[in-house]
């Protein structure tokens, strides 16, 4: 992630894609609207001007009728926005639901296959026990490659 903060309008930011089910909470952005200024900047994903961090800090901005915003910059691939949204949001600010958790840890699970159930747990705040059920998931998807793919590896060349 760019470590860099530069002002974008908040017009060209959209939101979406987020790991809550539920969507912003309104009232939640209408608190932190209150509190004015001096929140921090959001995170957006430069490919698709998405939020990644920070969709209520977005609707305070538009509720108090901010032109501009300031933001940094990930340049990563969507999977990996996901995931980076997640981390933030299962570290600060409003917390994520265990069903919104669970729910990205899926979502997670089926983006990137290869990370081991802690590592998701980790990321959205899960036990990797918890995750570990999804693991059949997994499993049934390793088989279905490897049949797909013959006795190799990996895929023919």
């Not at 001096?38 to 998405?50: D, Y």
């Amino acid at each position: 992630m760019n470590s860099d903060v530069v002002k974008v309008s908040v017009d060209a930011v959209r939101t979406g894609d987020s790991p809550r089910l539920d969507g912003e909470d309104e009232d939640h952005a209408r608190a932190l609207a209150e509190l004015g200024t001096g929140l921090p900047p959001i995170t957006v994903h430069r490919g698709t001007m998405r939020v990644i961090d920070g969709a209520h800090r977005l609707r305070a901005a538009r509720l108090l009728g901010h032109t501009e915003i300031a933001a940094r910059f990930y340049d990563g691939d969507e999977d990996d926005a996901f995931v980076l949204a997640v981390t933030m949001n299962a570290s600060h600010g409003l917390p994520l639901t265990l069903a919104d958790r669970t729910a990205a840890a899926a979502r997670i699970l089926t983006a990137r296959p290869q990370l081991s159930d802690r590592r998701i747990g980790k990321v959205t705040g899960l036990s990797g026990t918890t995750v570990g059920p999804s693991a059949a998931v997994r499993l049934i998807r390793t088989s279905s490659r490897t049949a797909a793919w013959g006795a190799t590896a990996g895929p023919a060349r």
